[in-house]
């Protein structure tokens, strides 16, 4: 989708915070030596998902004569949160579609939509492919990575094109939605869940809820399949039970312990530790890694990593001095038992970006304080949800709960607190 | 009130930090503890959708009070908010409304029905609405400001007090009330845009 994009960098740029200057210039690429000379304090953050922005935002809240500047790839904002709603018909893709435009004009953040490929910690600088940028600060939120390579037959683009994993939103959704709209009536899905740790834990078995739902009023006789490679339900698994035994009875089948082995892309035959199932449309959702950048900036602190270590109080990375790594591509082992949500990745941006700012300034970090939220919906209007807050615990050194739970039951409110939690979420992301 | 302190603050920050130190960041225990807030009920507070209240600019005292109830299992209709306020300290709940409470108010952009609305004033009027909560709603004292407010969020408060979900002897006016007439009292109250 961004590929097009790649030869060119947007730079949008507002002198000033909350000025209306706002303009966006086409720079040609394959710049090599430093662009944008740093002149005053800086910090650079790469990946403008929900950790990104969020630090960026705050970053320039704290303290607005810090330059931030936001190196990210595709110029679209595509949420992954309500991405499932797509996926059942209940959203479109304009839906959970937008800009960053907001952040250059309100905050005066620079964009610039380009690839980044290296670090020097050491002369601090990123480079990327529009050019090098100087830092003094540098936050780091590239998401995920899928390990296609894991499972035998999915490495290839036959086999991601037919089963698309959709779990970065985007191109991917669409051609899930495709294939169920497609699919005869009577069709078998399989959705295979990944072993934990993934993003979004209760993700899959929300949109396995949603496509039963979808099957069960569109396409009569049809049944979803969840092949599990974990040994049960990884997050609300009692609430979404329920919800399956009580609407998809008929239709919904779950397999736990059945992690995928192969796939072949010709007939469609997913086998799994548990036997081989014949599909008409597979969602095959792979193993999960710290995204890709994570492993090419040098992030990475043991040979067996997959995720980046980081202080849990300030989210400096281990590696490297003045490196921030926050959002999905953080180990929890290091940084204490935070799920790979949005809402976290959010929380954790706000973290990131103060101990940034402060230490840039000379001041002392700030514990960290954080929320989670994750709701589900169930069917086209009730949901179900878990929240829980998190505070640094000076004896683990570690991030841990202080408070939480799930929902005791689904109900219409929660599914109008789903939608609402969207749009706040967004706002504090985007706006 | 709670300007006074506020402004006590920010002087005596100003006094013990240095200039420059101070210029660069200055981020109070309440604004720590609240920043997190925002991933539902949006920056500064100004939820943007119908069922998330706004408390950006709400009274402090009240969202203390009601914190602090959530906390106690006291508002258990409020689901979400009882299992998160259990991870604040009283000390905490007090910073973090401060912080929220020091907004300024920014008016609900919910989509009103007209009908409904003009029914709920006239009943408002009857009701005596405005002798505590204030003629545009703004809150008086400790009493909330409901002016603005989301329309969902108003509403399902109103609901609770019907059914004695939330103890409060001041609201006890709304038990006789059918639910229509609460939705057009929720529709009134979150239309007024000044
Ligand atoms: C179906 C689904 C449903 C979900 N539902 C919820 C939910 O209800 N609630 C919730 O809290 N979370 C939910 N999540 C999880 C949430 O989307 C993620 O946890 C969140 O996006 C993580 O944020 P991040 O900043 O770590 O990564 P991302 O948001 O993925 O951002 C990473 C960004 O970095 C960019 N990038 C990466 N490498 C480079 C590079 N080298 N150069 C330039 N740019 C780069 C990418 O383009 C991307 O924009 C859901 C996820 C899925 C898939």
């Keep these: ?431 | 009130m709670q300007k006074l302190r506020l402004f006590y603050c920010v002087v005596a920050a100003a006094v013990l930090i240095p200039a420059a130190a101070f210029a660069a960041s200055a981020v109070s225990e309440g604004e720590r503890l609240g920043r997190p807030c925002a991933g539902c009920h949006a920056t500064n507070g100004y939820a943007p959708g119908e069922y998330i209240a706004r408390i950006g600019g709400q009274n402090a005292d009240y969202m203390t009070k009601v914190m602090k109830e959530f906390a106690t299992g006291k508002r258990p209709g409020s689901v979400e908010m009882s299992l998160l306020a259990k991870g604040y300290s009283e000390a905490d709940i007090a910073a973090i409304s401060e912080y929220y409470g020091g907004k300024a108010w920014k008016n609900s952009t919910n989509k009103i029905d007209s009908k409904k609305s003009a029914a709920g004033l006239k009943l408002a009027k009857v009701s005596g609405c405005f002798d505590c909560h204030g003629a545009k709603g703004e809150g008086i004292d400790s009493f909330p400001r409901i002016g603005g407010q989301n329309s969902g969020y108003l509403y399902e408060a109103l609901k609770r007090y019907k059914a004695d979900k939330i103890a409060s002897e001041e609201m006890a006016l709304v038990k006789d009330m059918s639910e229509s007439q609460l939705e057009s009292l929720a529709q009134y109250f979150s239309g007024i845009r000044k």
């Design chain 1, 1 to 431: 989708m961004s590929i097009t994009r790649r030869n060119f960098i947007k730079y949008t740029s507002a002198a000033v915070a909350g000025a209306s200057v706002f303009g966006q210039v086409h720079i040609a690429s394959a710049a090599t030596g430093v662009i944008m000379p740093k002149k005053g304090k800086r910090i650079v953050v790469l990946g403008g998902g929900w950790g990104g922005c969020t630090a960026a935002k705050y970053a320039k809240m704290e303290d607005p004569s810090v330059e931030v500047i936001l190196v990210e790839r595709d110029p679209k904002f595509i949420s992954c949160p309500i991405s499932n709603l797509v996926i059942g018909g209940q959203k479109t893709m304009k839906d959970i579609t937008f800009t960053r435009d907001k952040l250059a004009k309100n905050y005066g953040i620079k964009i610039v939509y380009t690839e980044a490929t290296a670090l020097d910690a050491v002369k601090k600088t990123l480079t990327t492919k529009a050019g090098v940028l100087e830092y003094d600060k540098l936050i780091v939120s590239p998401g995920i990575s899928y390990d296609y390579a894991a499972i035998e037959g999915l490495d290839n683009p036959v086999a991601i094109k037919k089963f698309p994993a959709a779990f970065k939103a985007g191109a991917e959704t669409v051609a899930l939605r495709e294939k169920l709209v497609a699919m005869k009536p009577g069709g078998v899905v399989v959705l295979a869940v990944p072993p934990a740790p993934y993003r979004c834990p209760p993700g899959p078995y929300e949109r396995a809820s949603l496509i039963a739902n979808y099957l069960k009023k569109n396409k009569k006789g049809s049944k979803i399949i969840i092949v599990d490679a974990n040994d049960d339900v990884t997050s609300k698994g009692p609430l979404f039970k329920k919800a399956w035994a009580d609407y998809y009875k008929d239709i919904l089948e779950y397999i736990p312990d059945a992690a995928v082995t192969k796939v072949d892309a010709s007939t469609g035959v997913i086998t799994t530790e548990q036997g081989e199932i014949k599909s008409d449309v597979a969602n095959i959702i792979p193993t999960m890694t710290a995204g890709k950048s994570a492993f090419d900036l040098g992030l990475m602190n043991k040979p067996d990593d997959k995720f980046v270590r980081a202080d849990a109080y300030t989210l400096e990375s281990y590696n490297f001095k003045d490196v921030y790594v926050v959002g999905d591509s953080t180990h929890n082992g290091a940084v204490g038992g935070v799920p790979k949500s949005g809402y976290i990745a959010n929380s954790m941006g706000k973290v990131a970006a103060s101990a940034a700012v402060r230490t840039l300034n000379g001041q002392e970090p700030l514990a960290p304080s954080l929320i989670n939220t994750c709701y589900s919906m169930v069917n086209d209007d009730e949901a179900i949800f878990v929240a829980a807050t998190y505070k640094y615990d000076a004896v683990s050194k570690r991030i841990i709960s202080a408070a939480g739970g799930t929902s005791p039951e689904r109900s219409v409110l929660f599914g109008h607190h789903a939608e609402d939690w969207a749009l706040g979420i967004w706002n504090d992301i985007l706006a």
